[in-house]
């Protein structure tokens, strides 16, 4: 019951790669076509020789040897340049379809919002988008290809043989039953075992991972021979699985070579025999042999095309399951674009969960004014950082509303809202290339003054400036390395070019040594003096530069106010700084040992 | 089966090992040792096949020739027998000789990795102060991989390719000699283009592998940027530059087939020449009478088995070279010295009271630049003292000493008055638990992983000791309680909670000797209570020694120990020490300061905001 249902999978999922393969018909039928003419070609080789052993050689005539030999190098050539065009065309077709299927998965998953990534690792995705992709490819190379010129191949050479002996190709066709059969058998049996063998692999690889990773507390605790053990056992597992698979190996897997010789010798005696009464000839009896030899491949290529089907197919489905997905975040076929805006944000009644019945926030109202510097604050959990994210739409509203300049984020271009919503994060991400091109990111046609003139504003400038090639250094892997306070410059540099007009900052320093924390902070309320803020914060000085405090707890606004007002209401704003004070203090002591003296220079400036 | 076989010649990368190659050989041999009856049933399945399959065409010629041309039915029978044993041998032969070789190939590994594992727990921590752990998971999982599949299996066909060839040639020559002279012309026209094209493959193969590799890259980079490219509407370029790794790849995978598709024709065009020089002079031998039908037959069937171990014989030099390479790393790790070992007469460290001395102890990583300098310390038992100071003022390496992680370089420590490198190292660290700042977490439920402290402890024993120490609701609030995935549990918790499972394990595994590195993450305070709690019940009836990096938190402890550039400061209570007014209380008073720092830039920050 299940198997069918699977192997029903597999041809609808086949079925879907259709369209791909149509895409590139020519560069198939090429290689199907020369695929035919070549076993044409190569049924024929043997009939020559034999003609040439039994008119020739026998009777001694050279010369029909010789025009029999012609005939074989043409032949030969022929099928050389036959088989050229076959591989060279297979190649094309299958890494043609790779390509386009490879974009196309990669173009889904750039669609997807942000729920996608919070739920699907990034190695998972590498994974699919190489190797699935790859195991599609090899799918369609040789195996569909032989599947189709397998049973051309195959009928050609029985009809020869047919034409030839019937009663020996009737032989010969029982054994090749049995061959096929043996093939499939062995392939089901095999394929479960290889699959078991790869995942017990896994195992031992997570465990040989864990014991050298976790190799000081593995000392620590004295337990070098318990977690010996543990690997020792998945060890011996892989080693008996191998040992499982070996076996079928050399039974299975040669059962059908034997059939194959078993055949020769029945066509040897029973060709013999003919021969000996006049009703066959030498030379056929050596074709008949090649032509056995020649059926031995297709024949037991069905087996392995069952296997190599159902692996690809699996793949193939992985993949369409990406390109299916519809991202949670979706533009309006009639969305606007968004003006330029002033900066006034709106929340209404907002709701919000990132899994159903389970609301993270629960009817959030919140007025921002253009302009206006707000910090969200709240314990882990109450959500502050889910708040902001629904702001430039990376997740949707389960309820309620959000406005930006009374235009819902939701009627609205994705593409128009985010570029005036810039975030700047703990762990800014900062893309391999020039520092050009990371400014200008929201904006690749910016001009250079432009880039220039946001690099000015976020003090990033003379640092860029004093590198040998400006802007056009190089960041990331191969080039400059940059500090965590330049990575946020970076960001607000960015989304000064994009023309945010609200930046949020999310936990931007908490990454950042006191005193780049000091200038940073310093530096910013001049820089955003004109633009919405949001502030999502557990550092103290940060906070202290908004002009309102927003209290959430439990997906609710609980309090708001200035730092002041609320300081004096001793609610739990008052109780939230107070430990982070108690804490910042704590981390002050570790920031001691390291740069005391620093710090003692830094307390004398900061007083 | 062959299908797609090709592909699978050329993608042993090279690699240059610093070991000579003949070392090296001696090496593998040497653990092949242990297997040598399988060896020997393997090389006898290799000759008996390699025989047999030649057997096969010389029958089927004289079948030929003596029988079916002469008439005779009865030997035509006996013939077919013959051949029909021979060819059950061949087959038998080879069944056996495949299972074989895979079991040795398995064997060779299975043992390797067992090995491998073993040397790797336990070296001691210096070894792996400089080895990548990537490369040690590597060396464990991959480079036993290689060896196995490029020189176990490599190996053995490479003997049986060479075992047919020269059989074939001596059949040949047998049944006859110019014709056998004319087939060899064609040997080293194969083996010029054989060499020219492996070249090929090799670097058409490695560039498929770079450009793959520059997919995954670009993929990776996509992926983890996807929250800023979608922020600021970037996807068509991300694209785009996808599209152009992607194109890369295509056209490299491109050219790598076109080779491919250059080479087999050729190859299978000329081994077709070799079959029609030998049809043309045997066609001629025998037009003259000089050469019998079956012969001829015979010899074409010989031709085309000419041809395969040629081919498989120039893959082994690449075969060879991917072998050695990975049999340098596998010896590098299970040949390497153990820097801290038992000594020959070390006794069993009987269950210690925890008097615990340093006496003048020096200790350096690197020659030449001491971290600890001349430590005297005496502990009593019981005792708990507190080790606070700068970063690099050596307080985690003291306590390594006291396990023997290192060795000291000079003078000595003692436990009991024994010296420690007197016994042996697996019941000195049973008395000694750590606790480290980081919590490392197991594959495995919680459970496990606090069992992990005494691998024999039952549930019950788990869960009472979580009980006691007060973490036990803590533990239940998890998802599955202490079924709860370590990994997952792992992502959620935060250092300080994740040390919660640390100092269940110490206590579970109950030594007399406790050593505590407080973990520094920040925790709301119901947290930081219930491990103050857990502290208190850890460290009860035991030799404590508490690496305090909070100074207000050293206070709680019997004596405190200053260490500063590796030297004992100063020591003594919190009172003492802020009395002596010298490095501890410049410590001290410098953290009360900078409170009023913290102070001073909120309040400067709300100030000058509001006023804007």
Known sequence: MKRDTEKYVSIKTFARLIPYIRRYWKAFSVSVISMFLGSQLTTIAPSFMRSAIDNGVIKGDFQIVLSYVVLIIIVGLLSSVTSFFERYYTTLFSQKVALDFRNDVFRAVQRQSFSFFDEVPIGQLVSRITDDVERVARFLSFPLRNLISTAFLASLAIGYMWSMNPKLSAIVGLYMLGIMLISIRYNMIVRPLNMEARNQLGILTAITDNNITGFRTVKSLSVEKNRLNAFNVENEKLFSLYIRIAKVEALYGRLGLLLLILANITVLYVGGLDIINGSFTVGGLAAFNAYTLLLMRPVSFIGFFIGMFSIAMTSAKRLFDIIDRVPEVYEKPNAIELPPIKGEVVFENVWFGYVKDKPVLKGVNLHVKPGEKVAIIGRTGSGKSTLISLIPRFYDVTEGSIKIDGYDVRDVKLKSLRRQVAIVSQEPFVFAGSFKDNIALAKPEASMDEIVKAAKIAKLHDFIASLPNGYDSLIGERGITLSGGQKQRLTIARALVAGAKIIILDDPTSNLDAKTEREFIDDIKGILKDHTVFIVTQRLPLMMIADRIIVLDDGRVVEEGTHDELMSKRGLYYSIYVELYAKQKAELEKLLGEVEAEVVGSKDGGV | MGFGGPHGMWRYGGGKTETPASILLRKLLKHMFPYKFAMFVIITCIIVSSVTNLFSPYLLGLAIDNYIMVGDMNGLLRISALYFLAMVGNWVAM???GYAVSWIGQRLIYDLRNKLMEKIMFQSFKYHDYKRAGDLISTVINDTSILRESFISGIFHIVSDVFSLIGVIIAMYLLNVPLTLVTLLTLPVMLLIAYVFSRKFRQAYRRTREKIAEVTVRVQESISGIRVIQ?????????????????????????????????????????????????????????????????????????????????????????????????????????????????????????????????????????????????????????????????????TTLVYLLARFYDVTSGSISIDGIDIRKVKQESLRKQIAFVPQDTFLFRGTIMDNIRIGKPDATDDEVIDVCKRLGIHEFIMRLPKGYDTDAGEAGRKLSTGERQLISF?????????????????????????????????????????????????????????????????????????????????????????????????????GAGRNSSS
């Open chain 2, 231 to 395: 922020a600021f509407g970037r996807e068509e370029d991300s694209q785009a530059r996808f599209q152009m790794s992607a194109t890369e790849q295509f056209e490299a995978q491109l050219q790598a087939g076109k080779l491919m598709a250059i080479f087999w024709p050729t190859v299978s065009f000329i081994g077709n020449i070799g079959t029609i020089v030998v049809l043309l002079y045997g066609g001629f031998l025998s037009a003259q009478g000089r050469l019998e039908v079956g012969v001829l037959v015979a010899f074409l069937a010989y031709v085309t088995r000419f041809m395969n171990p040629i081919m498989q014989l120039t893959n082994f030099y690449d075969m060879l070279q991917a072998a050695l390479a990975a049999s340098d790393r596998i010896f590098n790790v299970l040949e390497s010295e153990v820097d801290v070992k038992d000594a020959p007469d070390a006794i069993e460290l009987p269950r210690v009271k925890g008097d615990i001395k340093y006496e003048n102890v020096w200790f350096e990583y690197v020659k030449g630049i001491p971290v600890l300098k001349n430590i005297n310390l005496h502990i009593k038992p019981g005792e708990k003292i507190a080790i606070v100071g700068p970063t690099g003022s050596g307080k």
């Open chain 2, 504 to 604: 269940a394990r110490a206590m579970l595994k109950d030594p007399p000797i406790l050593v505590l590195d407080e973990a520094l993450s920040a925790v709301d305070p119901k947290t930081e209570y219930m491990i103050k709690y857990a502290i208190r019940k850890l460290l009860e009836n035991r030799t404590a020694i508490i690496i305090a990096h909070r100074l207000t938190l050293a206070r709680d402890w019997d004596r405190i120990i200053v260490l500063h550039n590796g030297v004992i400061e100063e020591e003594g209570t919190h009172e003492e020490l802020m009395r002596r007014q010298g490095f501890y209380y410049k410590l001290y008073t410098t953290q009360i300061s900078e409170e009023i720092v913290v102070e001073a830039v909120g309040r400067d």
């Open chain 2, 95 to 97: 069944a056996v000789q």
